[in-house]
RNA sequence: GUGGGUUUAGCUCAGUUGGUUAGAGCGCCGCUCUGUGGCAGCGGAGGCCGGGGGUUCAAGUCCCCUAAUCCACCCCA
């Protein structure tokens, strides 16, 4: 093969596909994000999108130039028409508080939920459930500090995997304080490791200057018997009054409201605009790395980014590692339906009258017509490859007489009807419900066939 | 940036201690089938054995380099 897709990248593939998995299913994504969307909607959500580029300061700037993000998984494009310093946007979070503070939307009615999905690039190594351009479903509310909008937001969080069908989710919650809570603390950790700098593995000794906090969940045994021997105090201890407040205001909510959750002291922020309410959304199944998605609030950001002070909260979802954890519980994906009506010609000479009948056919339901005369065998083959609920065979005696010959290729029905009916028929057609066909299952996990 | 596995037909994979024209299943195309599908039978197309270099009388097979891919580390979605 000559030419082949960069490094870290997927084609999203049509049903039937000799590769196609949930993470390569166009109509996955589709669906996926389409659920999200309802689901967002409903609560109020608005949909928003900036481009898929943006000036490398806003990510520099935003994200923090210390974070992993800014320091080595950036793609920069150097180059772009008139004007260098671009970068692939990285995540969604910094791009929206821009568009924000740009088009004057604290205008509108506060706070503002905005909504948003689309490609995010990072310059990362491969491996399962990690890519080089991976999607995300992005959720923010701009405006309010109120603990009632964390809380929402990860109910909603939560809302949107279960309306996909996802049973096994867990939510890790924490809160990362105000940044002088953050700052006391990671003093205390510096202090506290480096005491016993010549036991931390070595990872760990860079992370002691780069991101203490992250020494906590290490995976190193020889840290973990550390932090355990000195006992190390968890940063919700380190939390001022007004931090413990709303993290507890955060939690009264999610209790009121039934959602579960987990405290989890080690969750950290891998980017620096985060403060107070942080967590995660975990599953088995997607990998080294069980995070399908992470939110938190970010008050400073907008001010960060040269605008005014606006309180802040979001999360982001991965596509993919949602798509990776539907599969390993094994949720079924919708299915992606045949046309409703298959009209094929048995004479050359009547293959223009078949398009003709199809294409009128499409303002009621969809319909396809075959380019060439076929004798009945192929035809029935060829519809039933393409998941074709009725095939209308048009033939001399048809034509003769202005009528199509129908069949139903699931129930073997078959009837005559007037050509001027078509459109009655198929209207009633559109009504039956549950019509589901895979019109090409996976090779290596053949769908059994239904016998009529 | 680091470590390990893999790479042979469209797909999933066999291929012996190196030894003639490289195999299977599935899929695809055709026929059995000139107005009725899924099954079955028969036939066919389709391979620079990832790329480059080396060892050898001889390399899909052994060695080196390289690329892609998968998994893992760091870190993240």
Do not use: C
């Amino acid at each position: 093969m000559a030419i082949t897709r960069p490094k870290g990248t997927n084609d999203l593939l049509p049903p039937g596909s000799p590769k196609l998995s949930p993470v390569t299913s166009a109509a996955a994504h589709i669906w996926l994000t389409e659920t999200a969307r309802r689901v967002l909607e409903r609560a109020g959500a608005q949909r928003i999108d900036t481009p898929v580029f943006e000036e490398a300061e806003l990510v520099k700037r935003g994200v923090g130039d210390s974070t992993d993000i800014v320091r080595k998984e950036m793609f920069t494009v150097y180059y772009f028409g008139d004007h260098g310093g671009f970068i692939l946007r990285p995540e969604g979070t910094a791009a929206i508080v821009r568009a924000y503070l740009q088009n004057g939307l604290k205008q509108l009615p506060t706070p503002l939920k905005l909504w948003t999905s689309g490609p995010i690039f990072r310059a990362e190594n491969v491996q399962k459930g990690r890519y080089r351009q991976f999607h995300q479903v992005d959720y923010e509310v701009l405006g309010s500090a109120d603990p009632l909008v964390d809380a929402e937001a990860i109910a909603l969080m939560v809302d949107v995997v279960r309306e996909l069908g996802l049973k096994e989710v867990r939510v890790k919650l924490g809160s990362i304080g105000d940044p002088a809570d953050r700052e006391a603390y990671n003093a205390y950790l510096r202090e506290l490791f480096t005491a016993h700098l010549d036991r931390l593995s070595d990872d760990s000794k860079d992370r002691l200057t780069r991101n203490p906090m992250r020494i906590l969940d290490s995976k190193s045994e020889g840290d973990q018997d550390l932090i355990a021997e000195l006992s190390v105090k968890p940063m919700l201890d380190f939390l001022g009054d007004e931090a413990r407040a709303h993290f507890e205001a955060v939690q009264g909510y999610l209790k009121d409201w039934g959602v579960p959750y987990d405290l989890d002291p080690s969750i950290v922020r891998g980017l620096d605009y985060y403060r107070r309410t942080a967590w995660e959304l975990h599953h088995e199944g997607v990998g080294a790395k069980s995070a399908l998605g992470g939110g938190g609030r970010y008050d400073g950001l907008a001010e960060i980014l040269g605008g005014q002070a606006t309180p802040g909260i979001g999360w982001a979802f991965g596509v993919e590692r949602l798509l990776l954890a539907l599969e390993a519980e094994g949720v079924e994906l919708p299915q992606t339906e045949g046309p409703l009506l298959y009209v094929v010609a048995l004479d050359e000479a009547n293959v223009p009258h078949a398009a003709k009948i199809a294409i009128d056919a499409r303002a009621v339901a969809r319909t396809e017509f075959a380019y060439r005369a076929m004798k009945p065998g192929s035809a029935f083959k060829d519809a039933e490859r393409r998941g074709v609920r009725w095939i209308a065979l048009l033939g001399s005696q048809e034509i003769e007489n202005g009528t199509l010959s129908l069949k139903n290729l699931q129930s073997g029905e078959q009837r005559v009807i007037g050509v001027s009916e078509l459109a009655a028929f198929l209207e009633a057609e559109k009504q039956t419900s549950n019509f589901s066909h895979n019109p090409q299952p996976t090779p290596h996990n053949p769908t059994p066939q239904e016998s009529p």
